[in-house]
């Protein structure tokens, strides 16, 4: 499995990690984040769309049941992630993403909401915890995976931050929570920002600009060379068009609530540049599953 990598900020920290299990006869790949392996009280998935049992558009390890595809399809991809994570779909609990800052604590009683019980819970785009066994789960196909940890006080989070959650500053959110909860402190945190949509293939109107202006007190560079020279989130194209950098906006956001750069892995993978090996709602015009974030303490 051959990723296109596209240039990062994160230098010598970025590079996910391509992975391989034998499933059922059948190749698994999955990703992983290369600062979080060496915190050894958790376990970090991040799937691909390979290794699954799914057809057609949403081919193969497709993660959404509403996306029209058969529910036994979908049961058996979630229960090849859980296998490789060393755990059960009944450990696992779902976001209920609607593009918010909303983080929810996730307790030994949600154990399986999602998964294999409904959710009590809506608009819920981030997930903490700090439970043994419980496997938090958010879905993408461009927008930003966040994943949080805290090896002091043995507590994770995950959060799902497109253009709207990241203006939200849902990163922050969840930081915030895990310090109210669990007495996180993001000096002491590890963060990865993962595979989604890149600057080069996300085209935004002003209006969304405009939004990133006012939160990030950033303006635009004239040229994308500008923009990396100067790490600009976003360069003007013509048209009034611009293109936006959510994986250094993410970053700004860690950085700004005190989560050490070193700590923080920023991806340099595109799902839009790789539709072969990632779902991208872009890429495929919207026919495409779900690819999934999976976090666990042991």
Known sequence: MELIRKKSHAGAHAGVHVNHKNLKGEDFPYLTFPNLEKLDFLKQVFTTRLGGVSSGALESLNLSYSRGDMPANVDENFARVAKVLGASVQDMVFTDQTHTANIRVVTEKDRGKGAIQSRDYRQVDGLITNIQGIVLCAFFADCVPVLLADPVHRAIGLVHSGWRGTAASISQVALMNMHD??????????????????????????????????????SAAASREEAEEKNLLLYRKPGGKYQLDLWRA?????????????????????????????????????????LGAFMMIK
């Open 181 to 218: 909860v669990y007495g996180t402190r993001p000096t002491d945190c590890f963060a990865a920002i993962g595979p989604s949509i890149c600057r080069e293939c996300y085209e935004v109107s002003r209006d969304v600009a405009d939004v990133f202006f006012e939160v990030f007190g950033m």
């Open 250 to 290: 993410n970053e700004l956001l860690l950085l700004d609530a005190g989560v050490p750069k070193e700590n923080i892995f920023v991806t340099d993978v595109c799902t839009c540049c790789n539709p072969q090996i990632l779902f991208s709602h872009r890429a495929s015009g919207g026919q495409r599953g779900n």
